[in-house]
């Protein structure tokens, strides 16, 4: 929880920052109202911000329906009486205001104004803070700009989200920047809903706010180009869109179950029940704990920065498992984490590490990669805009999040080596393919793949 400049003397203005789904969300204090913008799945900081300034919520803000995360919006409206409001082209299924170019909010001595842009989706709003004096003193732009970046406008082309072209929105996003935001002052102050690593842009800024003057200057996308060459630089090298995407839609335009209540729904099972064979078990411990003893089956997704996203990424919405984790806290953590993407209802069950661990990886000796690489079947798990520059020559590419679907693509006359840019996704990898090609040799190259990014290896 970061505090940022406030607009004036009379208003706070809070971020929240959600490292691991490198989300930021908002609360605007003007005396003892509160408004927030696009919370997380966890209501709890936002009531313990109101609590500490003993200011009551009052209004809640979406500035579009979200794909990467959660929101606690409708728990957060019911449990402090709160009004929701968000744009009438959300096609909300919870109650609501509407809330569109021309609607405005008071907030004790300051406004909220609408501001459409879509762009990133068809109903994205931006919000604009207005002081007592009428000046635009910030803007919250949700996911249609970023520092220095704009949101990508290729998440909403699924049948069951409108079947939105991605020229269509990047077109409305050309024209959401350059018409709407800016023509803003150039010391409006810019809090976007994302930050560094999100999957909603491409190449955004580390620093997680900035003002329209200086986005001006060194935002690529707002760089004076005709729109036609905006939609071409804008719709390349677009990462991967993760699996829970449309899901994440689905749900929070309905609004998601409270948060605790989903959490303490999911089932606690005993380190030695017996699980579904057909169900599959997602394995959080460290990849070293993974190799030495797992299930059969079993698939390693480490407990760290970005576990929600791998968990959306390489398992879909509506599959069931089991999520494994060798301590207690280390449990509940992962169950959370789970959470935040909605995940939670899927959970068969949660159990520590059993006793008996069947299976065990092979260790590799990294010698031999050194000096005979073409006797491995080696599996390149890099996204498609990372690996334009192959690390070994004659390396198959398969994007993790496509793995367990191309499994059988894997040939498996030599022992098979997997690789990734830092380690973490390789043990995802690696144990996926353990489990999908069965007497097959899978090797895990971990984090020593650093050693053959120097220089690649032919």
Known sequence: MSPLP????????QQFYDKGLAQASYAIRCGRQVALIDPGRDPQPYYDFSDEHDARIVAVIETHTH??????????????????YCSKYSKALYPHDTFDDGDRINLGSVELHALNTPGHSPDSISVLLMDDGAQTRAVFTGDTLFVGDVGRPDLREDAA????????????????????LMSLPPTTRVYPAHGPGSLCGKVTSPELDSTIGKELKTNYALQAMSEAE?????????????????YGVALNKLGAQPFEDSVRAVPRLQSDALLANDVLVVDTRPAPSFRAGHLEGAINLMDGGKFETWLGSVVGPKESFYLLADSQIALDTVIRKTAKIGYETNIRGALLTPAVLPMTSPEL??????????????????????????IFANALSIPLPELRERAHEVPTDKPILVHCAGGYRSAAGASILQAALPGAAVYDLGEAITEFQKQPVH
């Open 67 to 84: 794909a990467d995360f959660i929101s606690s919006h409708l728990e957060i409206a019911e449990e402090a009486g709160a009004t929701i």
């Open 230 to 246: 905006f939609v071409r630089v804008l719709l390349e090298d677009q990462p991967f869109v993760p699996k829970y995407f449309p």
């Open 365 to 390: 000796d990294l010698e031999q990669v050194r000096q005979h690489a073409d006797d491995f079947t080696i599996v390149d798990i890099r996204n498609t805009n990372e690996n334009k520059s192959p």
């Open 6 to 13: 406030s607009s004036s003397t009379s208003v706070q203005i």
């Open 161 to 180: 989200l409108g079947n939105h072209q991605r020229e269509e929105l990047a077109a409305q996003l050309y024209r959401s920047t350059r018409q709407r």
